[in-house]
């Protein structure tokens, strides 16, 4: 493999005849001291009819998923038993900061790993070197007829899935959008040899840039700054795509210098998937409320959810951050507006109560700081500064 694995995996292995035996994956042995050990995903044998052969699947479900009925977007991941305990942890680091949603993570791990990755190529050296190439087409017919169906038939899924690859794998990824565009609606394709064949791959990109009018999907490339002709031909890639005009379609290629090619996938799928998911999360929410105000916010959590899979209202954290700044620049009248403009679906959090009837308070305003103290204490009854408050200002507590 030509990625490094830096972290031992203890693995179960159980023999299965067609579909699923499940055992924990787990990060670690029992210690000596008698810990736990942290199981981050489950070790599925999955007999394929049209690789003829089982196949090791890694999935790692999201937190809490045994516990509700929620249903999640898919991550497809090539290279499983190299990248998966770091993938496991970049998506739910990004979903815990609420930069992605919970994704199922499912490692496809390898058995012939050029058959699987590469399209047939007639150039002799290729051949010579990476010999039972030329498997991609069957490779990809498994991923479409039996490994998506069997994940949609056995886990909560959305209709919204991403592939992953590095290296072959990202070769990959960009001739499994070329070839059947619709079978993911996000691409994350890293340090790749589009060379191969005499770039009859990016051959392929071409056409179907040329010949596609609208695909709502996401394309995220990477290259280190060692690649050199690697390098080159992904540039060619990029002057392809930059003359786009598919609608819905967005990419981005990024250059990563400080990295090697066994290092940067790791900085890529990070990025990647955060990139895909761009209208998942808001970086600025104050900048985009200056800008078009709550109905700009709100339009922007919507439209990101549905581009997704999602009906999706703004996160109330948001809503705190916008009334913060708006009392960070002294725009108490505004900041209130904000923050009692819908109780029902954002219930005011008690500490900002607290902190716009401080403010009204010492500007002298008596009744509206009343009025928002005991708002603050019908949040939180156990709140003694707001008790203490509206003693002083004459009003007995709740």
Known sequence: MDAIRATRLVLTVWLAVFIS???????????????EPVVIGSKIQFHSRILNETRTLLISKPAGYDDETERYPVLYLLDGEDNFVH?????????????IPPMLVVG??????????????????????????GGADTFLEFIRSELIPYIDQNYRTRPYRVLAGHSLGGLFAIYALASSPNLFNGY?????????????????????I???????????????GESGSALAAIHRLCAALE??????????FQQMTGETHNSIFHQSLYSGLDRIFDGWHLTDPFGLYEE?????????????GKRYGYERKTPAFTISLIVAGLLGKGRLEEAASVLLSDPKNYPPPWNQLEALARTYEQRGNKQEAIYIYKLSQQQNPKNEYA???LEQLGMKSQ
């Open 210 to 224: 040329k010949n596609t009018k609208e695909f709502r999907g996401d394309l995220y490339l990477t290259a280190t």
């Open 21 to 35: 035996v499940t055992v924990p994956f787990t990060v670690a042995a029992q210690s000596e001291t008698g810990g």
């Open 292 to 304: 078009g105000g709550l109905a700009a916010v709100h339009r922007h959590f919507s439209d990101g």
């Open 188 to 208: 994350i394709a890293v340090d790749m040899p589009l060379s191969w064949n005499n770039e009859s791959v990016i051959s392929k990109a071409k056409a179907w």
């Open 87 to 99: 993938t496991v942890g970049i998506v739910r680091f990004l979903a815990e900061s609420e930069r």
């Open 387 to 389: 008790r203490k408050q």
């Open 108 to 133: 496809i791990a390898n058995t012939q790993r050029v058959r699987d990755l590469t399209p047939h190529t007639d150039v002799e050296i290729e051949k010579r070197f990476h010999p039972g190439n």
């Open 243 to 252: 003359k786009t005009q598919i609608r819905g379609f967005r990419w981005s």
